[in-house]
C-alpha cells in the first residue's frame, strides 16, 4: 500500500511541476494531466505484474508512473530531451518505456486497443502468462477500433485488460452527449466479455479488482473490461478553460481526492501515521525534483541523429 | 539484380510464388504466421495461400473477423513482442478502414520510441483494376502510403521478384507494404525451389535502350516491355527499368537511366495526378540530370476518376501498353 500511495503522489507531484513548467513557457508542445485520476491510474496499473505488457492513452504519465516507468527519463522526454524514454522523439503523449512491459502511450483515441490484442496474441502463443492492459478513456468506446478489439479479444480469448478509466468527459463533451446509455459496462456484454464497476477513486478497490482480473487472464480466462469512474480535476490539456464544466463540480470531485481518501484510509486503519504519510509524500516530491535536475541537465538531442529511428537498420 | 533475365527455375504463378515465399519463411521462423480474413481452409480471396492450413495448420494460419483495424494493430502488438506477421488485406482499398493503425501507429512506432520498438509486419495486399470489380475493389494506392516515414513499399512485377521481395519483407525489421498485383496473380515466370531474398531497393533493369527510359512498377511493367518491343520494330530502343520498392527508391537507377536515354516516360497504373511518378519526376528534374534532358518528363498513369465497372469504360480509364508508346513517341517528337 505504501509503494501505491507513492506512485500515486509522484503521478500527482509529477504532472503538477509539468504544468508548471508549461505555465511558466519553460516547455514546448503540450500535456495532457491525469489530476484526479490517480487512483485508477496508478491503481491499476500498480495490479500488474512487473512483465505484463500495457499501452496507455494521451494521458498516460500515471498509469506509466503505476507500472514502474523510469521518471526520470520520463520527465528528460517532456523536457525534449537526449535521455528520455523515447531520446525527445515522442514527448509526454508517447512515453515508452520497455523495460518496464510500457508499450506506449498513444496519441489515436482508441487506436491502443488492438495492438494491445497483439501484445496478448504473443503471450498466449508463447505461453508467457502474462497479460496485456490495455488503458482506455470513456471517449474512446465510441471508437471503432476499440469495438473490433474487444470482439477480437473476446472470440480469441486473448489475454487483454481493458481498463476504461472514465473521467466523463471526451475533451469537453460531456458522457451523455456522446452515447444514449452512460452504463460503460454494459458495452462488455454483447462481446461476452466479463466487467467491472469501480469507483476510480479507491485506490485499493481498482486495485484488488485489476489484481484479480489479471489473476484469471493470466491464467488463460480471457480479457476483461473494467471501468473506473473518476474525474480529472485539470483541463483536457494544458490550454483547457474549462468552459463546459463548473468550479463546483470540480470543487466536488476535489473533495473526493484519491490521495488523500488512500491517506485516511492508511490512517483509519493504523498502517501509517501521519509523519509516515508525509514521509511517503516527500519522498515521492524527492523522486521529481531529482527527475526535474536529471532532465534540465541533460542534453537536446543532436540534429544529426534525427533519422537514426525512423527505420530499424 | 543487374541483369535482366531472372534465373532458371521452375514455371509456376505470381500467386503460387507468393505462397511459395510464405512458405519458406514460416518453416524458417517459428515466429513467422499469417493472418488474414479467409486466409485458413479458403485459402485466401485470390487463392494465395491455398493449402498453406494443412502444412501449418490455424495457429498459424489465422483467420481473422472481418475486422481489419483489429488485424493490423494485432500484427503490430505481435511484432512489437517478438513475433514476425504477415497479414493480408483482402483489397489495398481496404486499408481506408484500417489507415490509422498502417499510417499512425505501425509506421510511428519505432521513431516515437526513440528506436525502443521494432514493428517487423509485412502487409500483402491486393491492388489494382482490370476486374471490373468497380471502385473500391480496383485502387492502386501505393503513393499514399510511400508518403509516410517509417513504411516500406514493394510492388512486385514477376513471380521471381514477388518471391525475392517477399522474403526480404518478411526479414525486414520495418513494416513493409507489399502490393500484389492482382492482373498479374495468373501470370508465369521461372522461380527457383530454394529461397532467396531480393533486396528491398534495388530497381532491376527489364530491356535495355538507348532511346527512351520506360520507369515503371508493379503491372505496368509488362506493359512497359510489350511497349518497349513494339517500339522497336519502329527502330526505337526503349529502356525499361522496374523499380521493384518504391521506399526505398533505387534513386540512382532512375537517375542512370535518365541520363543514359535523356528522356523519361514514367508508367504506373494509379491516378496520375498525386502518383509516386510525381515524386520519380521531380527526383530526375532535382537532379543534374535534370539539366541534360532531351524532352519533357512524360508520366503515363490513370485517369482522374474513380475506377468504372463497365469494361469500355474501365479500360478506358486505366493505361495501357498504347498509352506507354504514344508517350515515348511525344518525348521523340514524333507525330501519332
Known amino acids: 500500500m505504501q509503494t501505491l500511495l507513492y506512485r500515486m503522489h509522484t503521478a500527482r507531484i509529477f504532472e503538477e511541476r509539468v504544468l508548471s513548467y508549461f505555465r511558466e513557457g519553460a516547455l514546448h508542445g503540450t500535456m495532457h494531466p491525469g489530476i484526479g485520476e490517480e487512483g485508477s491510474a496508478v491503481g491499476a496499473a500498480m495490479a500488474l505484474a512487473g512483465d505484463d505488457y500495457m499501452l496507455a492513452t494521451h494521458r498516460g504519465h500515471g498509469p506509466a508512473i503505476g507500472k514502474g516507468a523510469d521518471i526520470q527519463r520520463m520527465m528528460a522526454e517532456i523536457f525534449g530531451r537526449e535521455t528520455g524514454s523515447c531520446r525527445g522523439r515522442g514527448g509526454s503523449m508517447h512515453i515508452t518505456d520497455f523495460s518496464c512491459g510500457m508499450l506506449g502511450a498513444n496519441g489515436i483515441v482508441g487506436a491502443n486497443a488492438p495492438i494491445a490484442c497483439g501484445a496478448a496474441f504473443t503471450i498466449k502463443r508463447k505461453g508467457l502468462g502474462r497479460v496485456c492492459a490495455s488503458f482506455l478513456g470513456d471517449g474512446a468506446l465510441n471508437e471503432g477500433a476499440v469495438h473490433e478489439s474487444m470482439n477480437l479479444a473476446a472470440v480469441w480469448q486473448l489475454p487483454v485488460l481493458f481498463i476504461v478509466i472514465n473521467n466523463g468527459y471526451g475533451m469537453s463533451t460531456p458522457l451523455s452527449a456522446a452515447m444514449r446509455d452512460t452504463d460503460l459496462k454494459k458495452r462488455a456484454v454483447p462481446y461476452g466479455l466479463p466487467a467491472y464497476g469501480l469507483d476510480g477513486n479507491d485506490a485499493v478497490a481498482v486495485y484488488a479488482a485489476v489484481k484479480q482480473a489479471r489473476a484469471k487472464a493470466a491464467a488463460g480466462g480471457g480479457p476483461a473490461f473494467i471501468v473506473c469512474d473518476t474525474y480529472r480535476t485539470e483541463g483536457h490539456s494544458k490550454s483547457d478553460k474549462n468552459l463546459y464544466r463548473t468550479p463546483q463540480e470540480i470543487a466536488r470531485w476535489r473533495a473526493r481526492c484519491p490521495i488523500r481518501r488512500l491517506c485516511e484510509a492508511l490512517l483509519g486503519a493504523g498502517i501509517l501515521d501521519a509523519r509516515q504519510l508525509e514521509a511517503v509524500r516527500a519522498r515521492a516530491a524527492q523522486t521529481v525534483d531529482d527527475a526535474v535536475a536529471f532532465a534540465k541537465s541533460s542534453p537536446p538531442p543532436n540534429p544529426d541523429t534525427l533519422m537514426e529511428d525512423v527505420y530499424a537498420r | ?336
Do not use: W
Open chain 2, 1 to 336: 539484380m543487374p541483369g535482366n533475365m531472372h534465373p532458371p527455375g521452375r514455371e509456376i504463378t505470381y500467386a503460387a510464388a507468393i505462397r511459395d515465399g510464405m512458405r519458406h519463411m514460416l518453416r524458417a521462423d517459428e515466429n513467422v504466421f499469417l493472418m488474414g480474413e479467409d486466409v485458413g481452409v479458403y485459402g485466401g480471396a485470390f487463392g494465395v495461400s491455398a493449402g498453406m492450413i494443412e502444412e501449418f495448420g490455424p495457429e498459424r494460419i489465422i483467420n481473422t473477423p472481418i475486422s481489419e483495424s483489429a488485424a493490423i494493430g494485432c500484427a503490430i502488438g505481435a511484432a512489437m513482442t517478438g513475433m514476425r506477421p504477415i497479414v493480408e488485406l483482402m483489397f489495398s482499398d481496404f486499408m481506408g478502414v484500417c489507415f490509422d493503425q498502417i499510417i499512425n501507429q505501425a509506421a510511428k512506432m519505432r521513431f516515437m520510441s526513440g528506436g525502443g520498438a521494432r514493428v517487423p509486419i509485412t502487409l500483402r495486399t491486393a491492388s489494382g483494376g482490370g476486374t471490373g470489380a468497380a471502385a473500391q475493389h480496383s485502387q492502386s494506392l501505393e503513393a499514399l502510403v510511400a508518403h509516410i516515414p517509417g513504411l516500406y513499399v514493394a510492388v512486385p512485377a514477376t513471380p521471381y521478384d514477388a518471391k525475392g521481395l517477399l522474403i526480404s519483407a518478411i526479414q525486414n525489421d520495418n513494416p513493409v507494404l507489399f502490393f500484389e498485383q492482382k492482373l498479374l496473380y495468373k501470370t508465369t515466370g521461372p522461380v527457383p525451389e530454394e529461397a532467396y531474398a531480393i533486396p528491398l531497393g534495388q530497381a532491376a533493369i527489364r530491356r535495355e535502350g538507348k532511346d527512351a527510359s520506360i520507369i515503371a512498377y508493379g503491372r505496368m511493367v509488362t506493359c512497359a516491355l510489350a511497349a518497349a518491343e513494339r517500339l522497336a520494330q519502329e527502330g526505337i530502343a526503349a529502356e525499361v527499368l522496374d523499380l521493384r520498392t518504391l521506399m526505398p527508391l533505387d534513386t540512382g537507377a532512375v537517375l542512370r537511366s535518365a541520363a543514359k536515354t535523356g528522356r523519361v516516360i514514367i508508367a504506373h497504373e494509379a491516378v496520375t495526378f498525386g502518383g509516386f511518378g510525381g515524386e520519380i519526376a521531380a527526383t530526375i528534374a532535382e537532379s543534374a540530370c535534370g539539366l541534360t534532358l532531351r524532352a519533357p518528363i512524360r508520366r503515363v498513369g490513370a485517369k482522374h476518376c474513380p475506377v468504372p465497372f463497365s469494361k469500355e469504360l474501365e479500360g478506358y480509364m486505366l493505361p495501357d501498353e498504347t498509352d506507354i508508346i504514344s508517350a515515348v513517341r511525344q518525348t521523340l517528337h514524333i507525330k501519332q
